[in-house]
């Protein structure tokens, strides 16, 4: 459906200027995801916590886009 269908086109995305960006991130950033999420691994949002100099993983134990 639509949800799929956006989550595709996001994942599609080039996002190399975003990646380097978030060393600088001044703001602190709290990054929530599902770990059980098929769309979008939680690795990917711990991954970008991790680069930001104020970010922060909050895991979900459950809860990804289309696991409900």
């Known amino acids: 459906g639509h949800v799929r269908a ?6 599609g995305w080039d996002l190399a ?17 599902a770990l ?3 769309m979008v691994p939680a690795s990917v949002s ?3 916590a991790r680069r930001m100099p104020k970010g922060e ?3 979900l134990g459950t809860g990804g886009l289309l696991g409900a």
């Open 6 to 11: 956006t989550v595709t086109m996001m994942a």
């Open 17 to 33: 200027e975003l990646d380097r960006a978030l060393a600088q991130f001044p703001t602190p950033c709290s990054l929530l995801a």
């Open 36 to 38: 059980d999420d098929p």
């Open 46 to 48: 711990i991954e970008a």
């Open 57 to 59: 993983f909050v895991p």
